[in-house]
DNA sequence: CCTGGCACTCAGCGCACGCGAGTGCCAGCG
DNA sequence: CGCTGGCACTCGCGTGCGCTGAGTGCCAGG
């Protein structure tokens, strides 16, 4: 177990460091921080901090910079979250205020993590997996040509166009949309694919058949593309602050960041509920190996309904980050409840 | 006037700089090019062309490097588009056959031509001002309650909640719906004002007349809302090829791809038809002075409903950009013709 | 257990130097 | 008149060297 001083030596280094962005002495950590003894204590304890993994050297005979394993520390015993100041929370507030939809909030919020925070803002769309049916829509566009509007109780509208096997009549699609709507409107998107089950079988021409059942399954699949999670992100420019030799880490990040689906596994690898920092190597994305990712759950009520985070290098503002990121997250709820 | 074998000059100049990244003296010019002349007539050559503006040298006594003015000659002048291969299309049109939306074609059409170009890609969405009507849609949700959803010929869906001021009958909002579509179906957004004009009239009833006229400021109000463009970007990976030096390029570059009024300005000073190639500082915005950007309009039929482009460094390759960037459009404007 | 002292390490900086790619100029040749 | 080879000159860049100073580890004494 360390000594009390040793974690006040390590928490004086990552302040320093990720102040200064360069590897931290014994002397000048005297000089910057009360910590009453002298430097070659201050060594002393340096190296046993090193030895256990906390801190590490560049190379020898220069400074210490934190490891993945001493920032993981200093989050989890040595650092709070830093509230936002009274004025940052109503500037949060008033510039969430002005969203008029929810594409705009997604978007305000993104704009307004990464200025916070003056890292990559990452903002998940409000999950739909609860989301219900409220019409489907088949159009004619063509004998056997036929458009499928799927419109969610959430105002989501997706379309898909469908070829259908055989001509279709008016008829037909008449009756397959009174069939259709009479047993998923109102109904989850779970539950959908039991209840048009057999729908086929209600028809009678081998024909019809067909084409009802190519519709069916399109329909299935936009369900299942509608529950699927978006994302935005924001604030790419200020990866361009990472460091000096960024080249080599800046691409592998933007690699990362667009490909959704990495970001996607990321915020979800988060707990549901409070806040999660990823701490450098912590990420399973190799790309992402020499960043944080700082994330937390939002939604309306109790429940989180989607996460939104922040992604900056290692050596970040944790307390500031962590500060910035609940609090949006707790305004974006409140605007999303009151919308 | 520059004598021909200048010309000649110049286009060996451009294809070795933007081979190698590195500027180009006399006599590796010779050596890799058949110019017939040795390397001390090149020399006055490039004495001539630096002379007129086309070239420059980063300092005495290094090679020569071409000027935004020299690009625009080599691009006017100089190169050709060059097209595609047959594998190179077949895989393009592969990749875009597989798209399900538009929201799907928009995406596949960035990631292609990030990937062809290895630059970053930038796609419009199709714009609603320029396209048609394929078909208005009304649904009857609640007795006084519709729903209008209005599909354009791009496949793009735009949806409004109406509350009528009185009940408004089944058959008369079939009625409704089939005049709307006699009408405006095919037309361009542009038009509809006037062709829905005198609707209500058709309607006896005063109640009918006047949700009627509720429905059509509702869809006319759409029209207008609905105007703002949008647009995908990806691809942002490969900024990190710009240069050595880039730190101080890329920033204000990222900062301009995350503004997308400025991006949607820049598209929007492209010609509507035809491909528009501006070369560093032709670009207004300050950020992408050190950029070139190659964009064209796509759409479904002749005209063009939207542009798309690459944004990469003025030192890129040009022919074989250009020639991406135009096999590219013409593919997603197949596909949007065929949906 | 803390402290001051001391010897040691080593990245970074400045500087001198030489190499070589590249240039401009010029006189000569077709 | 235009092309060419020759030649002197420029200058960025890489290399090697020595110095400096921040920082370290170790140790003996309080």
Known sequence: MLSERRLEVLRAIVQDYVGTEEPVGSKALTERHRLGVSPATVRNDMAALEDEGYIAQPH???????????????????????P?????????????????DLDDVVARTVRLLAQLTRQVAVVQYPSLTRSTVRHVELLSLAPAR?????????????????????PFGETSLADLRARLNSRVAGRRFADVPQLVQDLPEAFEEP???GTVATVLSTLLETLVEETEERLMIGGTANLTRFGHDFPLTIRPVLEA?????????LLGEAKD????????????HEG?????????????????????GVVGPTRMDYPGTMGAVRAVARYVGQILAES
Do not use: W
């Open 60 to 82: 020898t005979s220069a400074g210490r910079i934190p490891t993945d394993k001493g920032y993981r520390l200093f989050v989890d015993k040595l650092a709070g979250v830093k």
């Open 84 to 100: 936002m100041t009274a004025p940052e929370r109503r500037a949060i507030q008033n510039f969430l205020d002005g969203a008029v």
């Open 146 to 166: 036929v458009m499928l509007v799927l419109i969610t109780d959430t105002g989501r509208v997706e379309q898909r166009m469908i070829d259908c096997p055989a």
């Open 207 to 209: 024909e019809d058949r």
């Open 257 to 265: 960041l667009e490909e959704q689906v990495v970001l996607l596994k």
């Open 273 to 284: 509920s409070g806040m999660t920092v990823r701490i450098g190597h912590e990420n399973a």
């Open 288 to 308: 992402l190996n020499s960043t944080s990712v700082v994330s937390v759950g939002y939604g309306s009520g109790g429940e989180a309904v989607a996460k939104l």
